[in-house]
């Protein structure tokens, strides 16, 4: 093989390499927090009501607090916000309803600080968030928290527009 | 297309072979002292490998920031013992220390014996005249070894380059992610992965002979701690409670391992005998209590807690009691490294969203800042206490940088490949 095919080839694979490199990372947008309206008009019988915590079909319904699972927090901080209580609430309903349902909460933090410390800190986020679901109702065998610490950032880039995203619990449901 | 195929693997295996630290000296010192170390004679019936003895112990000096090292192109002429040494020439190319020697196979065949000497320029003396015996694929473990020798000879503080480094590497984002755990010597050559998951990996640590790194793996669901022998990949898992199971820290004899555990519901300390499994706690707070670290005399263990509203660093004896404050200086002081004679404690120090490199003095209670910022965290000292590892950004990657004690050398150690972060010095392997 003459030289200017091997340049070639390995132009094509270091920029195959470097366009994987730059692929933009995922990055969750900010959650609606309000209220979903009710449904202006009621078309068919099946229809779904969006304030029906208890309907699993509401985790795809986009006007539905249950398709909301991501709570985000302040800086070094564990306290629920008001605006993310009413998730937390549809939450918890459907949890109650469905003793079969069972979530993880997954705690997480952003890249400030030390990264032990924060495992400790996305884990009393994720316990702020199952001690508000364990109040409202759901039964403490149905709910387990798993602190992830800064390893699993949604966003990677070292500014406020980023870390918050990245400060965060997740509500996965293990079981529906 | 097998030419393709041959080719591709061309580059893949250059590139791994380029995935090593680089390193930049990024603030140097003005004193540092002018040595030749002239290339050695091989004698050896082996050919002469690519990288030569006396380049290593050059590198290594120079990377220590207290040694200037003439150019190889500089020098005019090559000694090959005592007596063809003209001292003169140095002394024009104001240097003032002079290193010689040889390579050949050592008796019986089993590797080679580096034959070296130091003499001092202006007094003619031999400061140093040693055999350094090593086996055939551990030319620059020599060369590292002889590089120590000279160091100390020349600052009375014992060495460190033949010692090695642990640390955490990420490549990907999101899903698609893959963490490693590699050691490497301590000038970054030779990297190997002891471990590899798509799960989060951290908190590296060596027991205190070298041959074994507890961590952090997240390849169950959970945190979960694990010992693994770094020369056969033997391992043992050693804790995954419920909750958190981190920061693992042997003690200096290596029997136990201080860690954090959050089964009770928050992280406390506790310490587990390794022999017989038992844990015994250490603090009891609602607070997060995490990152323990052993004094050198084990009559303390530091960790950090937030009691105080934030993370601060507290000190608890080994045996139980009341932990007490140790820093009192900014908002966050995390994740302690206590230097080799103790005096020195080493930190994450953060200021609004600077995170920096400090020292504290144990003596005097002085905080001193070392590093630029502004996301530095993960300090680690040499074994000899003369230099900080620790990990800082470029961009949106971690890499990891070196300090000096005083904070006048800094040098950077670049990885070609993803995130590298939580270096950990190993102590001297004997």
Redesign the interface.
């Known amino acids: ?1 003459n030289t200017t095919w ?1 340049f070639l ?2 132009l094509v ?1 270091a920029v195959s390499i470097s366009a994987c490199k730059t ?1 933009e ?2 990055t969750d947008t900010a959650p609606e927090v309000t209220e979903p309206e009710p449904a202006t008009e009621v078309t068919t019988a099946a229809a779904i009501d969006p304030r029906d915590y208890t309907d699993p079909r509401n985790f795809d319904n986009s006007e539905s607090l249950l398709s909301k699972r991501v709570i985000y927090f302040d800086f ?1 901080k564990s306290e629920v916000k008001s605006e993310y209580r009413s998730i937390v609430a549809a939450h918890a309903a459907y949890v109650s309803a469905h003793g079969s349902a069972r979530v993880t909460l997954e705690g997480h933090a952003d ?7 924060n ?3 996305g ?2 986020r994720g ?1 702020a968030i199952s001690g508000l679901l364990s109040a409202a109702g759901a039964m403490g065998s149905q709910l387990d ?5 800064e ?2 950032p ?1 966003c ?3 500014d406020e527009n980023c870390w918050w995203q990245n400060r965060r619990v997740e509500i996965v449901y293990t079981a529906r | 297309m097998r ?2 195929i ?3 693997l061309f ?1 893949l295996v250059s590139q791994l072979a380029q995935a090593k630290l680089e390193i930049e000296i990024i603030q140097g010192n003005a004193s540092a002292l002018p040595i030749a170390v002239i290339p050695m004679q091989w004698q050896s019936t082996d050919p002469h490998p690519q990288t030569g003895v006396a380049d290593i112990v050059s590198s290594d000096l120079y990377r220590s920031g207290l040694f200037e090292p003439l150019d190889e192109e500089d020098m005019v002429d090559r000694p090959v013992d005592a007596e063809s040494i003209r001292y003169g020439t140095w002394r024009l190319l104001k240097v003032d220390y002079i290193v010689i020697g040889q390579v050949k196979d050592a008796a019986g065949g089993t590797g080679y014996d580096i034959t070296y000497q130091l003499f001092d320029v202006h007094t003619q003396e031999a400061l140093l005249s040693q055999i350094t015996t090593v086996g055939f694929g551990d030319l620059r473990f020599g060369a590292h070894r002889v590089a120590d020798a000279i160091y100390e000879i020349l600052t009375g503080v014992a060495g460190a380059f033949s010692t090695r480094i642990a640390y955490i590497s990420a490549t990907g ?2 899903n698609d ?1 893959n963490y490693q755990l590699f050691v490497a010597d301590a000038d970054g050559f030779n990297p190997q992965a002891v471990v590899g998951s798509p799960e ?1 990996l ?2 590296p640590n060596w027991s205190p002979d070298g041959q074994r790194l507890a961590y952090v793996s ?1 390849e169950k ?3 979960a701690i694990y010992v693994q022998s770094v020369a056969t990949g033997q391992r043992e898992l050693v804790s995954s409670g419920k ?2 199971n ?2 693992p820290a042997f003690s200096p004899d290596g029997r136990y391992m201080a860690m ?1 555990l ?1 089964a009770s ?3 406390e300390i506790y310490i587990r005998d390794l022999t017989t499994g038992q844990k015994t706690q250490l603090t009891t707070h609602w607070a ?1 209590d ?2 323990p670290v052993w004094s050198p005399d084990s009559q303390w263990v530091y960790f ?1 807690s ?1 009691r105080g509203g ?2 601060q660093i507290y000190r608890v004896p080994v045996t139980g009691g009341n932990p007490s404050r140790i820093t009192l200086e900014g908002d ?1 002081n ?2 302690a490294s206590i230097s080799p004679d103790g005096t020195r404690i080493a930190m ?1 120090h ?1 200021r609004g ?1 600077e ?1 920096r490199i400090a020292v504290l003095d144990t003596d005097t209670g002085r905080v001193r800042i070392l590093t630029p910022g ?2 530095d ?2 300090p680690s000292f040499a074994p000899n206490g003369s230099m900080i590892l620790y990990a800082t ?1 470029e961009g ?1 990657r971690g890499v990891l940088s070196a300090v000096s004690v005083d904070g006048n050398v800094r040098q950077r150690l670049i990885l070609t490949e993803g995130d590298v ?2 270096p950990a010095w190993s102590p001297v392997i004997r």
């Open positions: 093989m091997r080839l390995a694979f692929t990372p995922e070094d890249e400030r600080g030390t990264r032990e410390y495992l400790g800190l884990e009393r316990n928290t798993v602190s992830y610490g390893e699993r949604v990677r880039v070292s | 030419k393709i041959f080719t591709l580059l984002i999101g992610q989060p951290l908190s997240f669901g959970n945190s909750g958190i981190g920061a954090t959050s519901g928050n992280p997060i995490t990152e950090t937030d934030k993370p966050y995390a994740r994450a953060g969203n995170y502004v996301l965290e993960s950004r949106s972060r939580e």
